[in-house]
Nanobody, 113 residues
Framework: QVQLVESGGGLVQAGESLRLSCAASGSVFRMAWYRQAPGKQRELVAHITSRGSTTYADSVKGRFTISRDNAKNTVYLQMTSLTPEDTAVYYC??????????WGQGTQVTVSS
């Protein structure tokens, strides 16, 4: 069993930046950030493999950067140029290479206009 602990959410104004962190209690293969806004489905924001290959949702390309520190089993999401449309609960996701999916408890990000 792997536990994920997220941190870094908060309230910011449009145009500002935030960095989210998610620490896993054990080694994982794939890590990602998802978000869910009120009344909407959970969506993938960014994904990173153990080798550092990344993918992003079109809505965040050029503004968000996902990275990871394998030695610390930690993934980060650097968010810049935030807009009110980025307001959501952000969830950390991790998966082991041969089975096992894990979710964090979620961290609220609120962007005011």
């Amino acid at each position: 069993q792997v536990q994920l602990v997220e941190s870094g959410g908060g309230l910011v104004q449009a145009g500002e930046s935030l960095r989210l962190s998610c620490a896993a209690s054990g080694s994982v293969f794939r890590m990602a950030w998802y978000r869910q806004a009120p009344g909407k489905q959970r969506e993938l924001v960014a994904h990173i493999t153990s080798r550092g290959s990344t993918t992003y949702a079109d809505s965040v390309k050029g503004r968000f950067t996902i990275s990871r520190d394998n030695a610390k089993n930690t993934v980060y999401l650097q968010m810049t140029s935030l807009t009110p449309e980025d307001t959501a609960v952000y969830y950390c996701y991790a998966a082991k290479q041969f089975g096992g999916d894990y979710w964090g408890q979620g961290t609220q990000v609120t962007v005011s206009s």
